[in-house]
């Protein structure tokens, strides 16, 4: 009895403290509860910028309504027609003729005086395109036109400016070039090197010389085309008056050097060229008098070598120191029609022809190269 009471009086304590705890809540679990709720939104307008009333308001659907409200812009036309004409003014011995003034000049369009808007004198290096007749018809290998001709290019080549850019085209059935533009002689050189044997004996000069000016259009400073050609044509795809017309719009000045005249000469002389072969060679002399004329070049029938380097010169001169006329014609219609150009050099006091003196005071014969006219643009469409 006693050992009961005794083990009973000890598990009491135990009892009482199971009572207690069994009374309490257990841990809290994180997870079964929200620990944070999301905030709400401000419901101040002071937290949020205003609309601006006067801006429109952007279409939350494009539609083609919208598109011709909303992207409608402004729109601009401009027209600017300023026709420039290079112009030399040489003396009788083929030199250029300096510090002439502005008001000297008078430019004419269809009859009609213009008013100069810009002008300037000035040296400037050149681009050039030596188009050379190389066929089996005149420039067979060792001959007297094969010769002139490769003594002709070589030569005028030795005379340009490191500046000066050339490029090289032979023709004779079709043009091929031989050497882009290019200050560097030695592509030239090699270029030029390739001109030993013709392969075919026809020489196509319209379909040559258009082609090449057609090229050229895009360049911009001084350029020409220096044409070393016996004149002959012998059956281009197009006619001299459209291959004149095309040098008309194109506006490249042609430089013409004939080959064979010496040749043409001796055989005219011991009666070894017929009068169809002499009248050919005659009209196409013509020809070229014309392609240079209205182009604003030059037509040069040298007989002897020893003119060679003085037409070169005279052609480098006049190609280098130019003077740069700018007008806007009275004639603003852009009907595509070619407009005739005439330069003079008058007295303005008098409206004279101008007189022109030496160093000596006395009165020398001058020459003024420009070409004849230009096309004038057409309206777009």
């Given at each position: 009895m006693k050992a009961w009471l005794k083990l009973f009086l000890l598990c009491i304590p135990v009892l009482i403290v199971t009572i207690v705890l069994e009374g309490q809540d257990g841990p809290i679990n994180p997870g079964s509860q929200t620990v944070a709720k999301p905030r709400k939104p401000p419901t101040d307008d002071s937290a949020t910028p205003p609309a601006d009333s006067t801006q429109p308001k952007i279409p939350s659907v494009f539609n083609k309504k919208n598109a011709e409200t909303n992207l409608e812009g402004p729109s601009f036309h401009v027209e600017s027609n300023v026709v420039t004409v290079d112009v030399a003014v040489l003396d009788n011995k083929g030199r250029f003729?300096?510090?002439i003034p502005k008001g000297n000049f008078r430019i004419m369009e269809d009859g009609v005086p213009q008013k100069l808007t810009n002008f300037s004198m000035g040296e400037a290096p050149i681009t050039i395109s030596m188009v050379i007749?190389?066929?089996?018809?005149?420039?067979?290998?060792?001959?007297?036109?094969?010769?002139?001709?490769?003594q002709a290019t070589y030569g005028f080549v030795s005379m340009l400016k490191p500046v000066d850019y050339v490029a090289v085209v032979a023709y004779d059935m079709r043009s091929e070039i031989l050497s882009d533009f290019s200050t560097d002689r030695s592509k030239t050189q090699e270029a030029l090197s390739r001109l030993r044997i013709p392969a075919f004996h026809e020489c196509n000069l319209f379909d040559a010389v258009t082609d090449t000016a057609d090229r050229m259009t895009a360049l911009e400073g001084r350029k020409a085309?220096?044409?070393?050609?016996?004149?002959?044509?012998?059956?281009?795809?197009?006619t001299f008056d459209q291959c004149r017309k095309k040098l008309q719009e194109d506006g490249v000045p042609i430089y013409f050097f004939g080959l064979l005249q010496m040749q043409r000469e001796m055989a005219d002389a011991r009666g070894r060229m017929g009068p169809s072969a002499n009248l050919d060679f005659l009209q196409a002399?013509?020809?070229?008098?014309?392609?240079a004329k209205e182009t604003g070049g030059m037509a040069f029938f040298p007989r002897f070598q020893g003119e060679y380097g003085q037409i070169f010169n005279d052609i480098l001169q006049?190609?280098?120191?130019?003077?740069?006329?700018?007008?806007?014609?009275?004639?603003?219609?852009?009907?595509?029609?070619?407009?005739?150009?005439?330069?003079?050099?008058?007295?303005?006091?008098?409206?004279?022809?101008?007189?022109?003196?030496d160093e000596k005071g006395k009165p020398i014969k001058y020459q003024i190269v420009a070409k004849a006219g230009y096309t004038a643009p057409r309206s777009v469409e």
């Open positions: 003729i300096p510090n007749e190389f066929s089996g018809k005149f420039q067979q290998y060792y001959s007297g036109g094969w010769f002139q001709t490769l085309i220096l044409l070393v050609a016996s004149g002959i044509d012998t059956f281009s795809k197009q002399d013509n020809e070229m008098r014309t392609f006049s190609m280098r120191n130019q003077y740069s006329l700018g007008y806007q014609p009275t004639n603003s219609a852009r009907d595509g029609k070619f407009r005739k150009i005439k330069i003079d050099l008058v007295n303005p006091s008098t409206n004279e022809p101008l007189k022109v003196t």
